[in-house]
């Protein structure tokens, strides 16, 4: 084989592996809505269409992002609103130190700060107050505006 067919064939290997995706072990990754689940909470608590997100899988720290804010109503009594980005830190039954997510109470937005699952409840706190709705009103996904459903195929993960 001479020299310039052996480089060839060289680069041609090279292409093809760079162009590979590798798997090493489970190559699956979950989406947001899967994360959720692995901590004790139902999908529903993300609206649908979450675009991403990133997480540090040894403090719970994580964000999620959505195309822009969206908002959504909860038992026809509180308005609920999230940002485009929603960080916080997860762990099992306990969602803490949340940020972009609201609640309308009356005239005033208050941020969710921390919610906490408790058996069939999940408790909501603004801090000074707190709410408990059934985990069953957070099984599918609320869609901004109207309808419910968890979209999985747009979710992405990175790793702090």
């Known amino acids: 084989m001479s020299l310039m067919s052996s480089l060839c064939v060289i680069l041609v ?18 989406s ?61 039954d306990r969602l803490k130190n949340l940020k972009g997510v609201s609640v309308k109470v009356f005239l005033l937005w208050l941020d969710i700060v921390e919610v906490v699952r408790d058996g069939d409840e999940l408790q909501f706190s603004v801090g000074v107050a707190s709410a408990d709705f059934p985990v069953e009103n957070f099984v599918e996904c609320p869609h901004c505006g109207s309808g419910l459903n968890c979209n999985k195929s ?3 993960l990175s790793s702090f």
């Open 154 to 156: 747009d979710d992405f």
């Open 32 to 92: 947001a809505y899967e994360v959720l689940q692995d901590n004790n909470f139902p999908v529903g608590l993300l609206p649908r269409g979450v675009t991403g997100y990133e997480i540090n899988k040894k403090t719970g720290e994580f964000s999620a992002y959505l195309n822009g804010s969206c908002s959504f109503s909860l038992e026809n009594s509180y308005q609920i609103k999230y940002e485009s980005t929603i960080k916080g830190v997860i762990s099992k």
């Open 13 to 30: 290997v090279l292409i093809i592996c760079l162009s590979t995706p590798f798997a090493f072990g489970d190559d699956t990754v979950p």
